[in-house]
């Protein structure tokens, strides 16, 4: 039972807006939908970019990767700004409550050396990879065609400078509130061997003029990330006495996961499509045949360096993981050489 | 004295860690050059010398970004669901102030969706972290505003007309092209360009009469939604803001060279952004039901007052001196509000808004804010239409206007100093011939002939048979437009639901005299 408030009714005289009513029908739209579909402008452009003259202000074209109607996609989260940074808000916060946990404890005092050598080393110079993921997906923000794919990487661009901050401030804890492990982190990401092939990774997907293309580079990167930073020496840490590095690693190891929504959904999208799924299929193999030994390469090198500090079989569990990263995109219907 | 047995550990201060989180966090590129990585920064003649020094007085970190943004949207969110579920668009003023939102869905929102766009690309492509990450936190917002106004104004486009078709209308309307080419020039242009000209131009010099007078008209005029909105952005645009006047002086200090190029990038964007200003000064003027205040005095407060005796003379010292065209916009002031409604009152037939007459009471206002000139110029062309609409003969014009090749407004202006005299400028490029409403837009196709000639007029595009046919009906059927959008504001589809909605709601006490639903019949017949 519930009590019956009387109130005044006025009958709407539409439910929604055009655009909405034309794709999903003469009923109320969600505020996901009426906040981003259609939203970018598609025709009447009045000038020619100075930066890039043979396209228009928008254009498909920016990528071999195309969509037939670019709303085939939609982001299986319904982010529109204020769930994203609603959620986002949260994550920071219980992340910030680690965080303090970890200090008010002294977990990293009573974390084995070894252990601290392996966040330093591995785990802190991630923040510039990180920030490069920003610059790339904002790129991508400006450049794809339509509104859905353009908002998933405004956020995923703020998502990635906000990573490369939390990774920061995991620095700043380790090294008690000083800038000695970040600046040694700083060093390794510079002039390591470990890290060299990563940083010509990222610097390489940076200038990729196809902004697509780009986003498939570091997602492949970020497969292999995840599993030997978010997984692997996570559980590892665990058995080896190191629990600071699991409690912090998850939060950052949950948004590997939820991320990896939307871009599946894209990759989806680009292959169901109607019309273009060809194309997008020799696109998308090109991509991933050229950059994934890469990928393997520079995530395999710190795999190596980890395995040398603390020896937990990082570099074999890798490779097999590489294989099996392969093997789904060929699952997905791509042949990747 | 005692020495501590630990190490003491030099621990970061505030402001060191806010680097060591948002600078440090950048390095140089050692496989590609930087040219390769940064390619749009060098092409439009600006020379920066050292990216760390820009400065960012927020201090923001992302944690607390998603923290205060998150709170502020709970609480905006929280407004527009009340309103809707009570109503509420029955207490504003009148249904003829939403005519003011029409146009800022229309013509302002696509905008914001714009920046956030483009502030992206300013936030992949700037090589120095600090400006990047101030573009970043520009971009989420813009597209905050973006959707928190659509949001904002979603629930009025259930029951009133003219917003049904917003996106559509941004591309192919033909004066919000005037709003679409002017972002459009700032979008096509190089990275530091839009920076003055957005940033700078539209977010600080501008923006106090570009986007605050529609949030101003919303809070006289019942609109809570609208005020919530403007009350909730504002500490984002105060962000904004900031960034913009960082911007001009970041660049005005890096090398002396770039002093010139700003300069001339300050003339430009200050006429391109006033020329668009044309509209909000008809929507305060004249549409405002409640108005707020004349244009005349906003531009007297924000512009005279403001920017030109108090930002002017700081950045004279870097060498900037106000942009041309001021003395004609101090000049116009008085002017321009009557010329462009009076323009929109007879071609309101092909606008997503309706126009009308102002009431007596609305004369006698406009006569006390504007004693210089609105009964000498401008109540006898009313009285005229007027006299028209009274004998059953409401005036729309039969044709298409003229438009300037620059800024797009219909050549509705007049000479510099003579308000009854109309100005018509003209250029030759590639034995083609352009017209403009003004020295100022000449001006600015004349520096940059081959960008202005690609402009989409939409009169042009009309009779090249590009606007879905060669009649007006064919035209307003490809813009998209439905019963209600258009026209004569009285007898209207919204002004006729207004008094019978009242007269169903107001009739909780047994009937009020002043609402006849009967009266509402009679005047949709009429329409």
Redesign the interface.
Known sequence: MQYELKTQIIEPLRPTFDHLVARYGNKPATRYQEGTIDLQPTENFHYRPTYSPEYELYDPNYSAFKLTDPYSFLDPRQYYYTPYVTNRAQMHEAFGKTLDYVADHNLFGRTPEAWKRLIGEIVIPLRHYEAGCQMLFSGAARFAWGATIAQCCTFEGFDRIGNAQLISRVGITLGEQTAGVLNAAKQSWMEAPAWQPLRRYIEEALVEPDWAVGVVAVDLVDKLLDTLIYRHLDEEAIVGGAGAYSLLAQHVGTWYAEHRKWLDTLYKAWLADPELAGANAAAFSAAVSAWLPKAADAVGALAQHADTIVDTGAAAGLEARVAQVKAEYEALGLTVS | MTTNPTKP????SMQ??YS???R????T????TED??Y??TT?EGIKIHDWSKWDDPFRL???A???Y???K??RL?AVLDGFA???GH?TLSDPAYLNAMKIFLGGVT?LE??A???F??L???FNG?GP??AA?CQ??DE??H???E??TL?NY????SG??????M???VWYL?VP??YF??A?????FEFLIAIGFSFEYLLTNLLFVPFMSGASFNGDLPTMTFGFSAQSDESRHMTLGLEAIKFLLEQDEANVPIVQEWVDKWFWRGYRVTAIIAMMLDYMLPRPVMSWKESFELYFEQQMLNGLFPDLAYYGIRPPKGVEQAIWEKEHLSHLVYHTFYQFSHAANLTTSIPTKEHQAWLASAYPDAFEQFYKPKWDKLEKMAAEGNRYFYPGLPQLCQVCQVPMLFTEHGDPTKLCQRHSEFKGEHFNFCSDHCKEIFDREPE??V???LPVH?IYLGNCGGPTIPDVLAWY?YAEGDSGEMLGNVDHN?WKK?HA??DDSVGGRESVEVGGAAEAGKGA
Do not use: C
């Not at chain 2, 590129?29 to 590609?32: A, D, E, F, L, T």
């Not at chain 2, 486009?157 to 009133?160: A, F, I, L, M, T």
């Not at chain 2, 979008?187 to 990275?191: E, K």
């Open positions: 550990v030099k621990k970061l060191q860690r060591a989180l948002t440090d966090i950048d390095w590129p050692s496989y590609v390769q990585l390619p749009h092409y970190t992302v944690d970004y998603y923290r943004q998150a709170e949207d709970k969110y579920q009570g109503q029955l696509p969706y714009q956030n766009r483009h992206s690309y936030a992949r492509h972290p990047r990450f970043q971009s989420v597209l905050r973006a959707q928190t659509i949001h979603s486009n259930k029951y009133y917003m049904h078709n917003f996106a559509k941004h591309d192919r092209s679409k080419s459009d020039d979008l096509s242009a190089g990275p960008k202005y690609q402009a989409w595009q998209g639901n909605w169903q709601v």
